[in-house]
Nanobody, 125 residues
Framework: QVQLVESGGRLVQNGASLRLSCAASGRTFSSYSMGWFRQAPGKEREFVAAISSSGVSTEYADSVKGRFAISRDNAKNTVSLQMNNLKPEDTAVYYC??????????????????WGQGTQVTVSS
């Protein structure tokens, strides 16, 4: 079992940068594929970024490609999302998610088994 706790969300201005972190419990973090998702008010949860268990492979939603970067530190049981050039449409609650896997990453929310409570990111115009 994995418990996930996100942090780093806050109110920022258009064009700002922000780094989200997700701390995971458990001794087998390096065996989990990780993902970031977001949900804006009135919208469905959407994929943002994913990273394989080793950190070698990553994938991004088209809307954030070139602006966001996902990374992980398996020694510290953390996964991060560096967000640059933030836009008002990036406003959402951001969630990290985990799935026990080796070598793959996943884009579909239904593929993940564990979720954090979310952290609010608000980008003002």
């Amino acid at each position: 079992q994995v418990q996930l706790v996100e942090s780093g969300g806050r109110l920022v201005q258009n064009g700002a940068s922000l780094r989200l972190s997700c701390a995971a419990s458990g001794r087998t973090f390096s065996s989990y594929s990780m993902g970031w998702f977001r949900q804006a008010p009135g919208k469905e949860r959407e994929f943002v970024a994913a990273i394989s268990s080793s950190g070698v492979s990553t994938e991004y939603a088209d809307s954030v490609k070139g602006r966001f970067a996902i990374s992980r530190d398996n020694a510290k049981n953390t996964v991060s999302l560096q967000m640059n050039n933030l836009k008002p449409e990036d406003t959402a609650v951001y969630y990290c998610a985990a799935r026990y896997s080796s070598g793959n990453y996943f884009l579909a929310a239904a593929r993940y088994d564990y979720w954090g409570q979310g952290t609010q990111v608000t980008v003002s115009s």
